[in-house]
């Protein structure tokens, strides 16, 4: 039986370049359809010449071909010939053409093993795992003989495909009585089927104890270890692999370097390379379009362009791979580019290409190329991809298009998970929280599982409104969902925590944690500064230190600006060396922090020095100077820097303007003051905002002139805030206009009652005129609308350590000492004949 297997396999495989014109062969039939049979002799030499007319290669209209030859069979009496309809049923099985093949098989009167290995493995390499397994059940039915190896291994392509468990159990069981547990062919499919169904160390154990493994039984092992996470076992048993042998062919270069793309190990990738070069298979398009995507997903762009353009011949998975790795690494015009080039020479992409290329057109907000991909996909009829329809989402999601979105998603027949969370994840990203959970509703209802994305899409949302039961609620059913606290949801949980200044909740979350990237330590040690507690932002950092992850530069801004909170110099100098020794000192962002950090930390001097440094300056590195300068009383500087801004092309933003505002207020520019506020929508078009308008308040309060700030608060075009009537309130203050202090107090209160500013300004104004009856309603009133102040309090860095002081507070360990020392200089003060200030409630 094994002879006629191998017989068979050599006729499959005779070269079909036999020099038959499609005339000649088709002459060549219409003579053996008329020509009457003899003898054995001829009848044997008809038989041979069909059997290669079976198997020559036909370039134009083949089906038409093979079925005249099937009607000459027929005519000639050759029907009940197995050989010859078995070729037929090769033949019919290569063309696609399934419903003729079974055709001929259900009429044949007679049928070996290698007509049942035919049509099983017919249905199995066309994907009909349930047609494979209904004509193996028939032929345990009708046969007397054992299956072979080529039926077991088709048998366990099908269980594969249908992932039947159990029917596969039951063939293993089969084959290891019937003695084929060590055949090649069978035990490279059972490997595969472990494989793909997650049993990974079964597989391992089929694959010791084949005595013989093809390039095949490798490659399935090693694509199985590299799909169930284990790139490093697959890297090696490729190294055992070319200790044997075996050489490594296309699809074993694929899979070995698709594990290398996994583990990011650039230089085990450049080895295969390296031998692939050396064994010539460097001209396989499929290797080389690996390579691509290998150097691609190690973030070498470069080298994977290089070996797109030496391509001698491209395909679509060429241009395909290549703009998919432009949009991986955010080159996303370089993506469009060549999406435009691979068009332009008449290429025509696939779902995957536009798939690939909807993406970069959202991550670019580019609407009007996402539109015209749209229409290609249309024409294309490539609407019915699954990934392609989600892409549309996303990309309408992400170019703000919420409605095209929705109308994309509407459109769907039938959604998924991933096509939810996209629609979701848009309307996060737009803050449109209630159409956000009323999908999620949806999704619940029609019983889709929400994924790890749709919680941190929601989480997101939530962190933006800082709602703090909404993200407990989602955090709640995040948990019994039986979403795992992986690095997505924990780094997500943390934010929305942080955001809602539930950091001891953050940080309950941080240390259950078993594993944590930097974008986990990112978020706490940026949460513990955005909450103010820049000490444990400091401390967390020195945890970091001691793991093996390195800091980042978002690591380093939070620090930088926990270290500018505390005006610590010296912990800012020391992150500033940090960053140097890293080379992260010249991102933007990192260099931004430390402007402002040396800016805070009272060296403005540094701070220039740094800031005149910065190669490529924005608008935000600009506003920081000239905030920084107003705030150290620099006008003069202030306004020059601003003026420098203006010239050198940066258009200034509402944020410039109130450091160019709080600059003339510090100095009483009055006049120049008024007139940047005046440039602000004529020069400029920004409409200014409250805060300019409180600015102009304190510019003319503090030049006395309050009648006229009074004036400019009563044209206003909009409502004032009440940090407007405070700026007028501190001006009364300094002036000592108590009535008009009344007023700016009264107007305040009655815009945020709740505001403790306004009340400790007025009772100190009314303390000073030592108006204690007034000063105590004021009091009475703060209690009754519950209004709490917040101590004050300040800090001092000695021997490196930070010392924070609250008022009235003696916690402190020497706080005897502080405060015996605090009565002795006030005392002093009053011998010299200096009056302390009087104040009530600060």
Same mark, same amino acid.
């Given at each position: ?24 062969? +088709? ?48 005519? #000639?009496?050759?029907? +009940? ?27 044949? #009167? ?40 080529? !039926? ?47 049993? !990974?160390?079964?597989?391992?154990? =089929?694959?010791? /104890?084949?005595? =013989? ?6 490659? @399935? ?63 396989? &398009? ?53 999406? +435009? ?76 998970? &991933? ?47 800082? $709602? ?60 513990? $500064?955005?909450?103010?507690? *820049? ?10 230190? @001691? ?6 530069? &978002? ?8 270290? #500018? ?14 960053? !140097? ?61 601003? /003026? ?8 200034? @933003? ?15 520019? %009055? ?51 009440? @940090? ?5 309130? *501190? ?28 009340? %400790? ?6 303390? +000073?005129?030592?108006?204690?009856? /007034? ?8 209690? #009754? ?18 010392? =924070? ?11 005897? *000492? &502080? ?24």
């Amino acid at each position: 039986m094994r002879i006629l297997c191998s017989f068979f396999r050599k006729i499959t495989s005779i070269n079909l370049a036999l020099n038959f014109s499609t005339w000649q062969s +088709s002459s060549l039939i219409l003579y053996l359809s008329k020509k009457p049979i003899l003898h054995n002799i001829e009848f044997r030499r008809r038989k041979r010449k069909l059997a290669e007319l079976l198997q020559i290669h036909v370039p134009n209209n083949p089906h038409l071909f093979y079925k005249k030859v099937h009607g000459v069979i027929i005519v #000639s009496g050759f029907q +009940s010939e197995l050989f010859l309809i078995n070729v037929l049923l090769n033949t019919y099985s290569k063309l696609g053409c399934l419903y003729e093949a079974r055709l001929v098989f259900d009429r044949m #009167s007679d049928r070996n093993l290698i007509t049942w290995s035919s049509m099983i493995s017919m249905y199995t390499q066309h994907g009909q795992g349930k047609e494979a397994l209904a004509v193996f059940e028939k032929f345990q039915v009708s046969s007397n003989e054992n299956p072979n190896d080529f !039926i077991l291994s088709s048998v366990l392509r099908a269980c594969t495909q249908l992932r039947d468990v159990k029917r596969a159990i039951q063939i293993r069981g089969f084959v290891i009585k019937a003695g084929f547990d060590e055949d090649v062919y069978v035990g490279t499919s059972l490997i595969d089927f472990y494989c793909k169904n997650g049993d !990974i160390e079964e597989a391992k154990l =089929v694959f010791d /104890d084949l005595p =013989v493994k093809t390039a095949v039984t490798w490659t @399935t092992i090693i694509m199985g270890y590299s799909r169930s996470g284990k790139s490093e076992v697959s890297l090696q048993l490729f190294q055992q692999m070319r200790e044997t042998d075996v050489v490594p062919d296309r699809y074993v270069f694929s899979s070995v370097l698709s594990a290398c793309s996994v583990l990011n190990f650039l230089k085990g990738g450049k080895q295969i390379h390296a031998y692939v070069l050396r064994n010539g298979t460097e001209t396989d &398009i499929s290797v080389i379009n690996v390579l691509i995507d290998f150097y691609c997903k190690c973030c070498k762009i470069k080298i994977g362009r290089k070996l797109f353009d030496q391509m001698p011949v491209k395909n679509v998975v060429s241009w395909t791979t290549m703009i998919a790795g432009y949009m991986q690494n955010s080159f996303h015009q370089d993506a469009m580019k060549i999406f +435009s080039e691979m068009t332009r020479l008449g290429w025509r992409p696939d779902g995957f290409t536009c798939t690939s290329i909807l993406s970069s057109c959202g991550s670019l907000e580019a609407l009007k190329q996402g539109i015209q991909v749209h229409s290609y996909i249309i024409k294309a009829n490539l609407e019915s991809d699954d990934f392609v329809k989600n892409g549309l989402i996303d990309m309408y999601a992400k170019c703000t298009s919420l409605e095209d979105a929705r109308k994309a998603f509407d459109a769907m027949d039938e959604h998924n998970v &991933i096509s939810y969370n996209a629609m979701i994840e848009g309307y996060a990203r737009q803050g449109r929280i209630c159409e956000a959970l009323d999908l999620f509703h949806m999704m619940r209802l029609r019983l889709f599982s929400p994924s790890l994305l749709t919680f941190v899409s929601l989480l997101g949302v939530s962190a933006s409104l800082s $709602t703090i039961e909404l993200s407990k609620q989602i955090h709640g059913l995040a948990v019994k969902s039986g979403v795992a606290l992986d690095l997505y949801t924990g780094s997500a949980l943390i934010d929305v925590y942080c955001k809602c200044f539930c950091v001891d909740d953050a940080r309950l979350i941080f240390n259950e944690m078993t594993e944590r990237d930097i974008v986990v330590w990112n978020a706490m040690v940026s949460g513990y $500064t955005q909450s103010g507690q *820049s000490d444990d932002s400091l401390r967390l950092f020195l945890k970091l230190l @001691t793991s093996r992850i390195r800091p980042d530069e &978002i690591t380093f801004v939070a620090l930088v600006t926990a270290a #500018s909170d505390l005006a610590s110099l010296f912990h800012g100098q020391q992150l500033h060396s940090q960053l !140097i020794k890293t080379s992260l000192d010249l991102e933007p962002f990192v260099s931004i922090a430390l402007v402002d950090m040396y800016a805070k930390c009272g060296s403005i001097e540094e701070a220039r020095v740094l800031f005149d440094s910065i190669n490529q300056r924005d608008v935000v590195c600009w506003n920081s100077m000239i905030s920084r300068y107003a705030q150290h009383g620099h006008a003069k500087e202030a306004l020059m820097l601003f /003026d420098q801004m203006v010239v050198e092309g940066i258009e200034p @933003t509402c944020v410039t303007f109130i450091g160019v505002l709080s600059a003339c207020s510090h100095v009483g520019l %009055v006049e120049i003051g008024l007139n940047h506020f005046q440039s602000m929508k004529s020069s400029f078009g920004i409409e200014p905002g409250m805060e300019h308008y409180a600015c102009v308040v304190d510019l003319l309060g503090k030049a006395g002139k309050l009648h006229e700030a009074k004036e400019f608060i009563d044209q206003m075009p909009i409502e004032p805030a009440a @940090t407007v009537w405070r700026s007028l309130l *501190s001006a009364c203050r300094m002036v000592g206009n108590l009535e008009l202090a009344k007023y700016a107090a009264e107007m305040a209160i009655s815009v945020d009652p709740n505001d403790s500013g306004s009340y %400790v300004l007025l009772s100190n104004i009314l303390a +000073s005129k030592g108006m204690w009856t /007034d000063v105590e309603k004021v009091r009475k009133k703060m209690n #009754s609308n519950e209004v709490l102040k917040e101590p004050g309090h300040s800090w001092i860095e000695v021997n490196s350590k930070v010392t =924070v002081f609250i008022a009235k507070d003696k916690t402190h360990n020497q706080a005897e *000492s &502080i405060y015996w020392v605090l009565q002795k200089l006030t005392k002093q003060i009053i011998d010299v004949g200096d009056v302390p200030e009087l104040t009530t409630l600060s």
